[in-house]
């Protein structure tokens, strides 16, 4: 029996206790940087394969998985964090946390890196290299589990060369793979308005200077420079989501405040449109008589997809699943704070289908009906440690 065939036995063969983990995990989700339980639960599923685990980051784990003879280390990244959104599914495993549930998969992840865990123990003797395995805590809250994770050595002793990460894709169908090569995912940064005018009387204009039209004059502006009108092709968007201004009918308040996110696809502009998003705000305000506070906080970065790794991972993909189960992605303005990885190492970042149309999963993630078809915890295992495997080969 191949390598291969040996991967794809396991991976059936683990499947019904992978969906266990996935199902507990699930059940009992934990916002970001708060997975202790989680942790633990993980923790104690790696002890019972023998493995040493090493915390980071109070609910971060890595452990590290020796080949049948030294040679290339490489790494292999799940998040660990729920959202804080209701479960609306009706399913046993259902979260038992109320506002808490694994809406975007994290619990698929680590599920699929435990099984990855047990393939690669099983055949430790038919592969050559170190592979690490990080379970991180985190990724939905900036600053992102990945950026501590990094500040406390996650990518020293050993330095991996590469490291490779997948995440739930509910539009495509499980038993599908797909791969982008190069800038993939768009950086995130958060950034919060408070503009600031005179209040009063809502009768009396000559007695203020409504905040909420200078703030209506900066949005307007931002959409126009932005928005309608770039200044270059590089893909961007701002966009705000919240504006509060708790005056009344009749009352004119002192202020607005404006929460919104800057995103794009390079790292360059992103810093100087920071400066130009400063600059015509507090210009517009300025000129309408009014001033306005601005912060920016910098999210996660651009994620670039090494072509290298990624063109080697997808080629595994197709070996291993076939060409028709493997399909190009599109860029996209979402974020990931994989991105940090990626900045410092090599990295693919790909995706696993987890829909099935024809029973109806297919809600989108962050949202309170998100579901997997876990037959995709097959391939999630399986193909992950046939990549992890293959790349250590090249």
Same mark, same amino acid.
């Given at each position: 029996?191949?390598?291969?065939?040996?991967?794809?036995?396991?991976?059936?063969?683990?499947?019904?206790?992978?969906?266990?983990?996935?199902?507990?995990?699930?059940?009992?989700?934990?916002?970001?940087?708060?997975?202790?339980?989680?942790?633990?639960?993980?923790?104690?599923?790696?002890?019972?394969?023998?493995?040493?685990?090493?915390?980071?980051?109070?609910?971060?784990?890595?452990?590290?998985?020796?080949?049948?003879?030294?040679?290339?280390?490489?790494?292999?990244?799940?998040?660990?964090?729920?959202?804080?959104?209701?479960?609306?599914?009706?399913?046993?495993?259902?979260?038992?946390?109320?506002?808490?549930?694994?809406?975007?998969?994290?619990?698929?992840?680590?599920?699929?890196?435990?099984?990855?865990?047990?393939?690669?123990?099983?055949?430790?003797?038919?592969?050559?290299?170190?592979?690490?395995?990080?379970?991180?805590?985190?990724?939905?809250?900036?600053?992102?589990?990945?950026?501590?994770?990094?500040?406390?050595? @996650? +990518?020293?002793?050993?330095?991996? /060369?590469?490291?490779? =990460?997948?995440? $739930?894709? #509910?539009?495509?169908? !499980?038993?599908?793979?797909?791969?982008?090569?190069?800038?993939?995912?768009?950086?995130?940064?958060?950034?919060?308005?408070?503009?600031?005018?005179?209040?009063?009387?809502?009768?009396?204009?000559?007695?203020?200077?409504?905040?909420?039209?200078?703030?209506?004059?900066?949005?307007?502006?931002?959409?126009?420079?932005?928005?309608?009108?770039?200044?270059?092709?590089?893909?961007? @968007? +701002?966009?705000?989501?919240?504006? /509060?201004?708790?005056? =009344?009918?009749? $009352?004119? #308040?002192?202020?607005? !405040?404006?929460?919104?996110?800057?995103?794009?696809?390079?790292?360059?502009?992103?810093?100087?449109?920071?400066?130009?998003?400063?600059?015509?705000?507090?210009?517009?305000?300025?000129?309408?008589?009014?001033?306005?506070?601005?912060?920016?906080?910098?999210?996660?970065?651009?994620?670039?997809?090494?072509?290298?790794?990624?063109?080697?991972?997808?080629?595994?993909?197709?070996?291993? +699943?076939?060409?028709?189960?493997?399909?190009?992605?599109?860029?996209?303005?979402?974020?990931?704070?994989?991105?940090?990885?990626?900045?410092?190492?090599?990295?693919?970042?790909?995706?696993?289908?987890?829909?099935?149309?024809?029973?109806?999963?297919?809600?989108?993630?962050?949202?309170?009906?998100?579901?997997?078809?876990?037959?995709?915890?097959?391939?999630?295992?399986?193909?992950?440690?046939?990549?992890?495997?293959?790349?250590?080969?090249?």
């Amino acid at each position: 029996m191949s390598l291969q065939d040996k991967i794809k036995s396991l991976s059936k063969q683990h499947l019904d206790k992978v969906i266990e983990i996935r199902r507990h995990i699930h059940s009992n989700p934990e916002l970001s940087f708060n997975e202790f339980n989680t942790a633990d639960y993980i923790s104690s599923v790696l002890g019972k394969m023998g493995l040493p685990v090493i915390r980071m980051a109070k609910t971060g784990l890595v452990v590290t998985i020796q080949g049948n003879k030294p040679g290339k280390t490489i790494a292999l990244r799940a998040d660990i964090d729920a959202l804080p959104i209701e479960e609306k599914n009706d399913v046993p495993y259902k979260s038992k946390n109320n506002g808490v549930m694994h809406a975007c998969g994290h619990d698929a992840h680590s599920a699929s890196l435990l099984g990855v865990a047990m393939i690669l123990t099983e055949l430790r003797n038919e592969w050559a290299g170190t592979i690490k395995l990080i379970f991180q805590p985190g990724e939905e809250k900036l600053p992102g589990g990945a950026s501590i994770m990094i500040k406390e050595g @996650v +990518l020293e002793n050993p330095s991996p /060369e590469s490291i490779i =990460a997948q995440h $739930v894709f #509910p539009t495509l169908e !499980a038993g599908k793979v797909g791969f982008c090569c190069g800038t993939y995912m768009a950086s995130c940064d958060e950034i919060y308005l408070t503009v600031k005018g005179k209040g009063g009387h809502a009768a009396m204009p000559a007695n203020y200077n409504n905040p909420i039209l200078i703030a209506s004059a900066i949005l307007l502006e931002l959409n126009d420079k932005f928005m309608k009108h770039p200044k270059n092709d590089i893909p961007t @968007v +701002l966009a705000f989501g919240k504006m /509060e201004a708790n005056g =009344a009918t009749n $009352v004119i #308040p002192e202020s607005v !405040a404006i929460d919104g996110t800057f995103r794009t696809m390079n790292e360059a502009w992103r810093n100087e449109a920071h400066e130009l998003i400063t600059k015509t705000i507090k210009s517009k305000a300025h000129e309408m008589g009014g001033y306005c506070e601005v912060r920016i906080d910098k999210g996660y970065p651009v994620l670039i997809n090494d072509n290298s790794v990624t063109a080697n991972a997808q080629k595994a993909a197709e070996l291993y +699943l076939g060409e028709e189960n493997v399909v190009a992605l599109e860029r996209r303005m979402t974020s990931e704070d994989f991105a940090f990885y990626s900045l410092l190492k090599p990295a693919c970042f790909y995706r696993l289908g987890t829909g099935n149309m024809a029973r109806g999963i297919t809600s989108g993630v962050h949202t309170p009906t998100f579901d997997i078809d876990e037959k995709a915890l097959e391939t999630g295992m399986g193909l992950m440690a046939w990549i992890a495997i293959s790349e250590l080969s090249k």
